[in-house]
């Protein structure tokens, strides 16, 4: 089976192939297709976002098409940033600029209002007339905001993102440590069950 990954997001894309390895699926990704359009992601939530990317990839690729939108949940900023988490810091938004006001806003939070979780929504779609139904899944994993960006690795916020059973932030973890117990590895865990039914529906 192929699969297209609707993302141009080097991170993403490469913990997704790496969760997949080992299976019957040949992994696409944007760069097989240079000439799709990028979407714009103007939902409200994480599933209208991934939704709307899957079927606009498997609508011009004529492909099944895998789209995740994913982002960090603060509880003290009432779930920001939320879907805006990767343009969190407006205009020339990078990983750094994110952080970094992150880190300013949560300055004064205290340790017992630093919860945070990130979340993962997946949906996968299938091109016009392929009888693909299409699915939704979400992965969560609980956390807090750290005081200071710690580790070298991961992208987005995982410098950031402590979590406990672990001891440690995503960013230090290696990145197959990192993908036993991540928001994307939870939620591509339940697309696996779908696609590994679609492939025995239709082999």
Not at 23 to 36: A, K, Y
Not at 107 to 126: H, I, N, T, Y
Not at 167 to 192: C, D, Q, W, Y
């Amino acid at each position: 089976m192929e699969l297209v990954i609707a993302t141009r997001n080097k991170g993403k894309l490469r913990e997704i192939r790496a969760l997949l390895k080992g299976t019957r699926i040949r992994v696409l990704s944007l760069d097989d297709f240079p000439g799709c359009p990028d979407v714009i992601e103007d939902g409200k939530t994480f599933r209208e976002n991934a939704l709307k990317k899957a079927r606009a990839v498997a609508g011009y690729t004529g492909k099944t098409a895998l789209a995740d939108d994913s982002g960090l949940s603060v509880d003290a900023l009432d779930g920001a940033p939320g879907v805006y988490s990767a343009r969190f810091s407006g205009p020339g938004a990078d990983d750094l600029k994110n952080n970094r006001k992150l880190l300013r806003m949560m300055k004064d939070a205290p340790d017992s209002e630093r919860g945070a979780e990130f979340v993962c929504v997946m949906a996968l779609a299938g091109p016009p007339g392929a009888g693909i139904k299409e699915k939704t899944v979400k992965g969560v994993v609980r956390g807090r905001i750290t005081r200071e960006m710690r580790g070298p690795r991961g992208f987005g916020y995982d410098p950031l993102f402590y979590y406990s059973p672990k001891g440690m932030t995503f960013a230090e973890m290696g990145p197959e440590e990192k993908n036993k117990v991540s928001h994307r590895a939870r939620a591509l865990t339940k697309i696996k069950d779908i696609i590994n039914r679609m492939q025995l529906a239709h082999p």
